[in-house]
């Protein structure tokens, strides 16, 4: 069993900043790739950033250099830093992780969500 316990969301104004947090724990071997995906109401889900084993990091255009995707692997943590926030962003952040159990199984594991609200 492994889990995603995320954190962090909240009701923030324009322009503001959010740090979302998201832990893996349980029978873990190792975790192969980390993201954090987002949905807003209407939309798909979509990918926000992702980062690999070796600190490769993906953006999607439209947060690229306001967003910026970070992990401590002592901690099995995964960070989102969110500044510059705008109308648009409010979503349903979630947090993905593709680990290697310890019986060596490959799954791919979601966060429950946490809401960020940009409203003035």
């Known amino acids: 069993q492994v889990q995603l316990v995320e954190s962090g969301g909240g009701l923030v104004q324009p322009g503001g900043s959010l740090r979302l947090s998201c832990a893996a724990s349980?029978?873990?071997?190792?975790?192969?790739?980390l993201g954090w995906y987002r949905q807003a109401p209407g939309n798909k889900r979509e990918l926000v950033a992702s980062i690999t084993t070796s600190g490769g990091t993906n953006y999607a255009d439209s947060v690229m250099g306001r967003f910026t995707i970070s992990k401590d692997n002592a901690k099995n943590t995964v960070y989102l830093q969110m500044n510059s926030l705008k109308f648009e962003d409010t979503a349903v952040y979630y947090c993905?992780?593709?680990?290697?159990?310890?019986?060596?199984?490959?799954?791919?594991?979601w966060g429950q969500g946490t809401l960020v609200t940009v409203s003035s």
């Open positions: 349980g029978s873990i071997f190792s975790i192969n790739a």
């Open positions: 993905n992780a593709r680990i290697t159990t310890l019986a060596f199984k490959y799954l791919e594991v």
